[in-house]
């Protein structure tokens, strides 16, 4: 655990200081990260995240690439993106509900996601993505994203 702790701080060190487009904050029903910059088209944001059911706790970080400038998106309130994620998953479910007593493993999770973005001003906008993980299972989301 110490080492996936220390691998997501020296990468978000390092895409601070090497970033160049916008830092965004995205909060919705089930989680929250912080977008930083690598590249005009890729973003890494750690952050921290559940299901609909409250049964997993998984904290990590996501990294997406836009297709705005792929498929020629020049609508600055939309962006479209997808990419991968990868953290550690906490099961913090009730074993015993619904008579399941096998019981559950934290475990290393690796997943993906794909979204959209509308933005209905320069600062304020809302998100809906679908995800999935190894460990922590499908997890649809929809949210506010802040440009910062």
Known sequence: MKKITLSVFALVCFASVSGQARKELNFGLIGINYEIPV????????????????????????????????FGITNA?????????????????DDNANGNANGHDDDFDIGLQAG??????????VYAELSGGSTSGFSPGIGITMKL
């Open 77 to 93: 309130a939309w962006d479209v993106y997808g990419g991968a994620n990868a953290g550690y998953s906490f099961w913090i479910g």
């Open 39 to 70: 590249h005009k088209d890729i973003t890494i944001a750690p952050g921290v995240g559940t299901n609909f059911d409250l049964d997993w706790l998984n904290v990590g970080v996501k990294a997406n690439y836009y297709f705005d400038n792929l």
């Open 116 to 125: 959209a973005r509308w933005f209905w001003d320069d600062k304020w906008g």
